[in-house]
């Protein structure tokens, strides 16, 4: 099993920053292909946002390439989500996901953490 902890998420106003963080832990903590981000506002489906493999490829949803950064500490089993020129759209809870084997299915999912960005 592996655990996902996602931290950092919280109130910002609009055109702030903020950096989201999701710690791997578990016997399986050092067994992740890949990991990613996802956010879910209220009342719309979950939307991905990128994800990094443990050979630090990455993939971005278009529309947040260049104000999202994904990177990775594998040492730490840590993957981040840097966050810029934020937006109220952007206003969801973020989740953060790790898939044994790189595709498009996703084994372990995180509880989420709130950001809120203020206009």
């Known amino acids: 099993q592996m655990q996902l902890v996602e931290s950092g998420g919280g109130l910002v106003q609009t055109g702030g920053s903020l950096r989201l963080s999701c710690a791997a832990s578990g016997r399986s903590s050092r067994s992740y292909a890949m990991m990613g981000w996802f956010r879910q506002a209220p009342g719309k489906e979950r939307e991905f946002i990128a994800r990094i493999t443990w050979g630090a490829t990455t993939i971005y949803k278009d529309s947040l390439r260049g104000r999202f950064t994904i990177s990775g500490d594998n040492a730490k089993n840590t993957v981040y989500l840097q966050m810029n020129n934020l937006k109220p759209e952007d206003t969801a809870v973020y989740y953060c996901?790790?898939?044994?084997?790189?595709?498009?299915?996703?084994?372990?999912w995180g509880q989420g953490t709130q950001v809120t960005v203020s206009s």
């Open positions: 996901a790790a898939a044994l084997v790189v595709g498009i299915r996703y084994d372990y």
